[in-house]
T-cell receptor, first 113, second 119 residues
Framework: TQLLEQSPQFLSIQEGENLTVYCNSSSVFSSLQWYRQEPGEGPVLLVT?????EVKKLKRLTFQFGDARKDSSLHITAAQPGDTGLYLCAGFNSGGSNYKLTFGKGTLLTVNP | DTEVTQTPKHLVMGMTNKKSLKCEQH?????MYWYKQKAKKPPELMFV???????INESVPSRFSPECPNSSLLNLHLHALQPEDSALYLCASSQNLVLSWGATNEKLFFGSGTQLSVL
């Protein structure tokens, strides 16, 4: 089983600050996904990164896939209270004859006004 | 319609009760999933259905019984649960089941979940 380690596990910052969340594995992934989950809701897909070294931007969020496709990062610029939530990285790994989506442990982000 | 709808949103049940969780999607997706999520933890896969057939069972106890009556519906039947089964139960769907390492950018759509409390 390919494990995804996320850091930090918890992050509490003030509005306007920048932050970076990391997702690391000892295994190579063909792609990694980032989800955000708000309290009482299901995870919502933010982005999928596929190519090693790829950088994708989604407004104030920047996602990067490592050259070796073993790690990824999420950088948020000028965080806002609306960014508060659980950020999850996820990748597909083998579950027998097909592949299943497995999540990292998540980073719980709180942005204080 | 890009929604996965789950009912009920909240459920409280005793250890001797029988209840069912329901999930519905009308996106024409052929793969549907049940995940279990404890507070402040990541979702953990329970079951995967593909074309209405059970494809993955992650060694889930038999007190959880999934059912896929048609391509749009997924149920999870609950019987004789334990208090430690209290959690958020999430349903998800995707266009297809992921079958190869290179084709792993499939997108999962999640429902809002059923918050289950077992007393």
């Amino acid at each position: 089983t390919q494990l995804l380690e996320q850091s930090p596990q918890f992050l509490s910052i003030q509005e306007g600050e920048n932050l970076t969340v990391y997702c690391n594995s000892s295994s190579v992934f063909s792609s990694l996904q980032w989800y955000r989950q708000e309290p009482g809701e299901g995870p919502v897909l933010l982005v999928t990164v596929v190519t090693g070294g790829e950088v994708k931007k989604l407004k104030r969020l920047t996602f990067q896939f490592g050259d070796a496709r073993k790690d990824s990062s999420l950088h948020i610029t000028a965080a806002q209270p609306g960014d508060t939530g659980l950020y999850l990285c996820a990748g597909f790994n083998s579950g027998g004859s097909n592949y299943k989506l497995t999540f990292g442990k998540g980073t719980l982000l709180t942005v204080n006004p | 319609d890009t929604e996965v709808t789950q009912t009920p949103k909240h459920l409280v049940m005793g250890m001797t009760n029988k209840k069912s969780l329901k999930c519905e999607q009308h996106m024409g997706h052929r793969a549907m999933y049940w995940y279990k999520q404890k507070a402040k933890k990541p979702p953990e896969l329970m079951f995967v259905y593909s074309y209405e057939k059970l494809s993955i069972n992650e060694s889930v106890p038999s007190r959880f019984s999934p059912e896929c009556p048609n391509s749009s519906l997924l149920n999870l039947h609950l019987h004789a649960l334990q208090p430690e089964d209290s959690a958020l139960y999430l349903c998800a769907s995707s266009q297809n089941l992921v079958l190869s390492w290179g084709a792993t950018n499939e997108k999962l759509f999640f429902g809002s979940g059923t918050q289950l409390s077992v007393l």
